[in-house]
Structures are given as structure tokens and as C-alpha cells.
């Protein structure tokens, strides 16, 4: 039921459109198969009549433009089935792709990279594969079989019935193979999916891998994943070894039973010698289709495999607790927040706590600090700002609604987040801080410069149209900092985000961004509401207010004068660095 219910769903959204190509097709694959079994009896013709002297050159001249149209309909049966698998495939993977950009991290904490690579890849290369070449092999087979049959039938329904018990035979074994194939299928895919995972993984630390010697240790994790997928592979290869060759088998053992049974029969008169050539050659007919029956009963199988992987990821819900009326907040005006007695703990982890109890006040246009030692909970907070994850209804309010009663998609359009580790795409400096924006090079120019990023770029010749490479590569750690905070201040947001983005700069360096903060609200009606995570006090003191974490709660807050002139770790803390 489920297969059914997955493969209804497939032909509802993806194949309907296409119906009238698939009905096209399947004429010309109808039309291809008379042709094919016709030919043979005017073979068988033109063999009597070359006994009885008849016009055997018109019989010729018929046998040679049914073949040529053979080739005509046979190509236009292909190009009416695999342009629409062509198109079936673009849509499939776009629709995946769009709704993979709408799940929220809880869902990738507990996805591993490769598998999802995986999915949208190779097994929607079988979905194609199954409608293109699958539904052509399987409307062509069951035409071919019925008619061949049906021409078989009409020369001689006994030596059909000799002929065809062994084809028979071979079919219904092959069915009792099916099951297994299916389930070894779905197996491989997913043991494929797990050796794309290491492979990715490997490749995006592979510094780190370097670093520490464990080329070894990796390399033999990739073996043991290959050499699972290699007996899952090579198990399928025994079935199809053992099942599918069963078709010639049985395609010899009929032209045996055609020769033993229809030799005496054409000797003693109820058939031609016509007859039996005809015969035999609508065998030789029916034993291409029979053939690819293995081939096709696998793509089909591995299709179904496949799209039961691929409708399990567009099946996976997206978090909505803003319900289907959501408040649309306007943009352009930086908003106030206030975090009521928020706990909150990863959906990975509930029963780790990570915020307790935080309450704190960001005035519209105000600039807080967020100190703390590592693990005390401060890009978590970030975190349920940005709505990666949600809070607990009631906990955190912006302009006294709801946060988790906005439109995520219009809340997040206002943001401007720089996180502690920046993702940097293999592409120029200028296309990571546009980042999907509306490219403007004169508005990337000010964002690198505000962003501190004027001195470096002299160093590279090409400037703002250096390619960082994979995840920034070429790039220092403090540069691909300043492009991430780049790409925060070019879209002049209502809140700016910062995570720990001046950890990799120097101290003057670090006081022009703090600045550049200030004023990126010059060009507008007010600063945006800015929200700065650092470990590094000096980044801090022009803050309006600081808020200092341990272990999850706020344990102090006040200005960096206030903080410093009282007992605590921010003071303790800011004694180290100053000296």
C-alpha cells in the first residue's frame, strides 16, 4: 500500500502534466510492435512464395518500409518518454531543493550532509530513470508480449502453448526473487548515501584531517563503508545473476519446443514451412523484451527504492508555530525585545538545559553586549533571536508580540546575522557579501569598507573578485570574519546579529567596526537594534548594556563601568585583557 500510495503521488504531481506525451508514446511503442510482428508474417510470405512462385519482390520492398518505420515510431517513442522523465527530473529536483532551504537546523542536527547529497542526486537520477526508460520498457514488454502472442496464437495456439510454458516458468521465478531485490535495493542506496556523507565530511575538514595524521583512520572508515556497500552490491548482482538469465534460458528452451514440436507439424502439413520461419522469427522477437524485463524489473525496483527516499524528505514538516495567521510585522524600524524568563534546551538534547531563566531588555536602536564564558549559553540566545530555533511561546517578545508568532520568513528578512563561524562560499569576495542580494557593487564596496576590509583587499590582486574557495580557504580567520560582517551591514537591517565576529582582529581593527555599528543607521530614520556576542571585553565597553552569562543564566548586567567597578568574572575577565 505504501509503494502504491508513493507511486500515486508520483504520477499526480509529476506525470499527469505529461499524460499526453506518455499517450503519444505509448501509440508509437503499439504502433512499433505491429510493425515487428507483422514483418514476420510476411516473412513466412515471402518464404511460400518463394515456393510457389509468387511476387516475392513487393513482399521485399513491404518487409524493408515496415522496417524503416520501425526506426521512425521506435525513435519518437523514445524522445515522447524520456524528454518528460527529463522534465520530471528539473521539477523534482527543485521542488526538493526549495523545500530543503525551508527546513530549520533542528532538522539537519539530525541528518547526516551526504545522505541528503545522496538522495537529491543519485536517487532522483533512478526516478528519471524509472519514468523515462522504466515506463517506456514496461508499456513496450506488455504490448510486445500481447501481441507477439496474439500472432503467435493465430498461426498455432498449440505450439504457442509449447512455446511459452518455459517463458512462463522463468517469470514466475523470477517474482519469487523480487522482495529480496527491492529490500537490497533501498540497502545500497542507503549504504551509498553514508560513504557521500564520509566523503563530504572528509573533504570540508580536510586541514584538520591533515593536521592530526588521520588520513589512515579516514581512509579506513571509507573502506569499511565501501566494502558494506560492495556486499550489498555484489548480493544484488547474485540475484540478478541467478534470476534474470532464467529469460534467455527460457527463450532458448522455446525455440527448442518450436523446432521439436513444429518440425513434424510443418512436415505433415498443418503448417508451412512459412509458417514456421514466422514462427520463429516472432520468437526472436519476443526475446529482446524479455531480456530487458531484468533490466527494466531493476530500474523499477530501484525507482520505487528511490522515490520512497526522496518523498521521506519532502514529507518532513517545517516548523510553523506562527499557525496560519501569522502577525506581519513592518520592517524598517529597528524593534525593541524582551526575553521573559526563557528556558530553553536543543530538540536534540531536551533534557540539557542550555538557557535558564534569562530575562533582559533591548531598547529599539540600543547596542547590547552579550559576555560569557564559552558554553554559558551566548550564541544560543542568538540563536532563538534569529529563530534557528524557537522559544517557548511567551518567552521572548519583539515590540511586544510574539516572536514566535511571526512570519519567520518576513522576521528573518530584517535580520542581519554574523556567526561565530562564517560560511563563506566557494566564489568571489563580492558574491559572499551580496549573498543573494541585489547586486549593487557600489553597496558591496561600503559594506567591505565598513567592514574593515579595504586593506586587505589591496593585497589580493583581484580584489573583491577573489575566489576564497571551499569555505573560505584562502581567506585568514580574521578576514573571513570581517567578509561575514560585511555581509551583515550591506543589508542596513532593523537588527544586526554579531557572533563573536571580533575575535580574529586587532585592536584598532576592532574599534572601526564598533564604530561602523554605530553608524550603519546614518542613511536612516534611526540604527538598527544591535546585539554583539564577544569574548573580548574591549569589543563591548561602548555597549549600552552588557549582559553577562554562566552556565545558561544572567548572572550580571549594567554598563562596562558599572560592571568593572564591582566583583564578578566580567571585571575579572576585563583585568586579564587589559594587561
Known amino acids: 500500500m505504501q509503494d502504491r500510495a508513493v507511486l500515486r503521488r508520483m504520477v499526480q504531481l509529476y506525470a499527469w502534466p505529461h499524460r499526453w506525451s506518455f499517450l503519444a508514446g505509448a501509440v508509437c511503442l503499439l504502433a512499433t510492435n505491429w510493425l515487428t510482428v507483422t514483418i514476420p508474417i510476411q516473412l513466412g510470405r515471402g518464404v511460400d512464395a518463394l515456393t510457389d512462385g509468387g511476387d516475392v519482390g513487393s513482399i521485399a520492398v513491404t518487409i524493408a518500409l515496415m522496417g524503416l518505420a520501425v526506426v521512425v515510431v521506435r525513435t519518437l517513442s523514445r524522445v515522447l518518454f524520456f524528454n518528460p522523465g527529463r522534465d520530471m527530473e528539473y521539477r523534482l529536483r527543485g521542488d526538493l531543493f526549495e523545500h ?17 547529497v545522496s538522495r537529491a542526486s543519485n536517487d532522483i537520477t533512478w526516478t528519471r530513470a524509472m519514468i523515462g526508460f522504466g515506463l517506456m520498457q514496461l508499456v513496450n514488454t506488455t504490448v510486445a508480449i500481447t501481441m507477439t502472442g496474439w500472432k503467435m496464437v493465430s498461426i498455432s495456439p498449440r505450439l504457442t502453448l509449447w512455446t511459452i510454458v518455459p517463458i512462463g516458468v522463468s517469470l514466475a521465478v523470477i517474482q519469487l526473487f523480487l522482495k529480496r531485490l527491492f529490500d537490497l535495493q533501498k540497502q545500497s542506496q542507503e549504504e551509498l548515501g553514508e560513504i557521500s556523507d564520509h566523503v563530504l565530511g572528509s573533504f570540508q575538514g580536510i586541514a584538520t584531517v591533515q593536521g592530526f595524521g588521520a588520513e589512515e583512520a579516514f581512509s579506513d572508515r571509507l573502506h569499511e563503508r565501501n566494502h558494506a556497500w560492495l556486499v550489498t552490491t555484489m548480493r544484488l548482482s547474485v540475484i540478478r545473476s541467478l534470476a534474470f538469465p532464467l529469460l534467455g534460458l527460457a527463450g532458448g528452451l522455446a525455440v527448442f519446443a518450436l523446432l521439436y514440436v513444429g518440425g513434424p507439424m510443418a512436415v505433415v502439413g498443418p503448417l508451412s514451412v512459412g509458417d514456421l520461419a514466422a514462427f520463429a522469427t516472432l520468437i526472436a522477437a519476443l526475446l529482446p523484451p524479455l531480456r530487458s524485463l531484468g533490466w527494466m524489473l531493476s530500474v523499477l525496483q530501484r525507482g520505487k527504492a528511490a522515490l520512497d527516499r526522496i518523498f521521506e524528505l519532502l514529507d518532513e514538516p517545517i516548523d510553523r508555530p506562527e499557525g496560519d495567521n501569522p502577525v506581519l510585522q513592518d520592517g524598517g524600524s529597528p524593534p525593541s525585545i524582551a526575553v521573559r524568563s526563557l528556558n530553553f534546551a536543543y530538540p536534540d538534547e531536551p533534557e540539557r538545559t542550555v538557557l535558564t531563566d534569562v530575562n533582559l531588555d533591548v531598547p529599539a536602536s540600543s547596542v547590547l553586549g552579550i559576555f560569557g564564558r564559552t558554553g554559558s549559553g551566548k550564541s544560543t540566545l542568538l540563536h532563538v533571536l534569529a529563530r534557528l530555533y524557537d522559544p517557548p511561546c511567551g518567552t521572548v517578545m519583539v515590540d511586544e508580540s510574539d516572536i514566535t508568532s511571526l512570519e519567520r520568513g518576513r522576521w528573518r528578512s530584517r535580520l542581519a546575522v554574523a556567526p561565530q563561524r562564517p560560511f563563506l562560499f566557494s566564489e568571489t569576495i563580492a558574491e559572499n557579501i551580496a549573498l543573494g542580494a541585489p547586486f549593487d557593487i557600489g553597496a558591496v564596496e561600503q559594506a567591505a569598507s565598513d567592514a574593515a576590509l579595504d586593506a586587505d583587499l589591496h593585497v589580493f ?16 580567520g580574521g578576514q573571513r570574519q570581517r567578509v561575514a560582517l560585511a555581509r551583515a551591514l550591506m543589508r542596513r537591517s532593523d537588527l544586526v546579529l554579531l557572533d563573536d565576529v571580533l575575535s580574529a582582529v586587532d585592536h584598532r581593527t576592532e574599534a572601526q567596526l564598533v564604530a561602523s555599528l554605530r553608524d550603519t543607521g546614518s542613511d536612516r530614520d534611526a540604527p538598527p537594534t544591535v546585539v554583539i556576542v564577544s569574548n573580548r571585553i574591549s569589543a563591548l565597553r561602548h555597549a549600552d548594556n552588557i549582559v553577562v552569562l554562566d552556565e545558561g543564566r544572567v548572572v550580571d548586567q549594567g554598563t562596562h563601568s558599572e560592571l568593572t567597578s564591582r566583583d564578578g568574572v566580567y571585571r575579572d575577565v576585563w583585568e586579564v585583557q587589559r594587561t
Open 461 to 476: 590582486s583581484d580584489g573583491l573578485e577573489t575566489v576564497v574557495g571551499q569555505r573560505g580557504i584562502m581567506l585568514s
Open 100 to 116: 530543503l532551504l525551508r527546513l530549520q537546523p533542528r532538522f539537519y542536527a539530525g541528518h547526516r550532509t551526504g545522505d541528503i
